[in-house]
């Protein structure tokens, strides 16, 4: 996924030109199969706007008619990297500058079967990327790791793209252990908040509580079993107190499938959680 972007310095653009220019961006990737919720938004598709002529026309009223050519380009923001660009000229006319401005940016045709070839370009450089930086992405993220940064390292790993088969297939091993080392962590804090829900007072409020808490724990965990027998207990005092079932059940052995994207709701949780506000660098891209 590219993530759109349009700078402030871009000249003479109004907020709501910027607006516009940024929903033809976001357009332009998801007509191309490279559109969505960027978790990892290192790679960017931007504009650049210069414009070429400014006339008045021999109307009456007289409009402001102006030509501008609009550059994309797809790069990684953070590296500050270009790796492909495509320009298009476009033409608006306005009651004024600024209204001429969008009029201009309107003309934009997203749906252009040319960007095809430009957005494949940036694809691949993309993919490039990950094959040249596979070896370090990994060392980065067992360093936070070590540092029991789990959440981010597997936000690091799970962020390569599938299309970047080798590096993915690596990352995937690399996430594994670090996963199981989050859930045993996990397991043991949550194990311990709920047997001391339940000893408080061991009435059907305390079970409710603590049911929450152990139905959440992964089966993979170490402590799995003692959370299942704390569980049971759970569910047998129920019966005897209340006269009814627990609603509450531990969760099954996952599939190599919902390993997959029980890692990737890691990763997205992370980024979620992470400031909005990136800061890129396009300096010399135009």
């Known amino acids: ?17 910027r607006t516009m220019l940024t929903n ?32 008045l026309t021999a109307t009456a009223p007289p409009m402001t008619a102006l030509g ?42 997203t749906n252009d079967p040319s960007y095809a070839s430009f957005i494949e370009e940036g694809k691949q450089k993309i993919i490039k990327y990950y094959e040249t930086k596979c070896d370090f992405i990994i060392k980065d993220a067992k360093s936070l790791a070590g540092q029991n940064q789990l959440e981010e390292a597997i936000y690091k790993l799970s962020s390569v793209p599938d299309v970047c088969k080798t590096c993915y297939d690596k990352c995937l091993a690399a996430i594994a252990p670090i996963y199981k080392q989050k859930i045993d962590r996990d397991c043991k804090l949550k194990l311990a908040e709920a047997t001391n829900t339940w000893n408080a007072s061991q009435d059907a409020a305390a079970a409710e509580s603590a049911g929450a808490i152990l139905s959440s724990i992964e089966p993979q965990a170490a402590c799995y079993g003692e959370a299942k027998a704390l569980s049971a207990k759970i569910q047998k005092r129920v019966i005897e107190i209340d006269k009814r079932e627990w609603n509450y ?38």
Do not use: C
Request: aromatic share 8%; glycine share 10%; proline share 2%.
């Open 1 to 17: 996924v590219l993530a759109a972007y349009v700078p402030q310095q871009v000249d003479k653009m109004s907020d709501a030109a």
């Open 24 to 55: 033809k961006l976001s357009q332009i990737v998801t007509a191309n199969g490279m559109g969505g919720s960027a978790m990892n938004e290192r790679f960017i598709i931007t504009a650049n706007i210069v414009t070429l002529t400014k006339d």
């Open 68 to 109: 501008l050519e609009v550059t994309f380009y797809i790069g990684d923001g953070i590296d500050g990297t270009k790796f492909a660009s495509k320009s298009v000229q476009v033409k608006g006319v306005g009651t004024n500058e600024t209204k001429a401005y969008i009029e201009a940016i309107k003309q934009i045709k």
């Open 249 to 286: 059940v531990m969760k099954e052995q996952q599939q190599t499938s919902e390993l997959i994207k029980a890692y990737r709701d890691v990763g997205v949780a992370y980024g979620n959680g992470q400031p909005k506000s990136v800061t890129y660098n396009v300096n010399g891209w135009w």
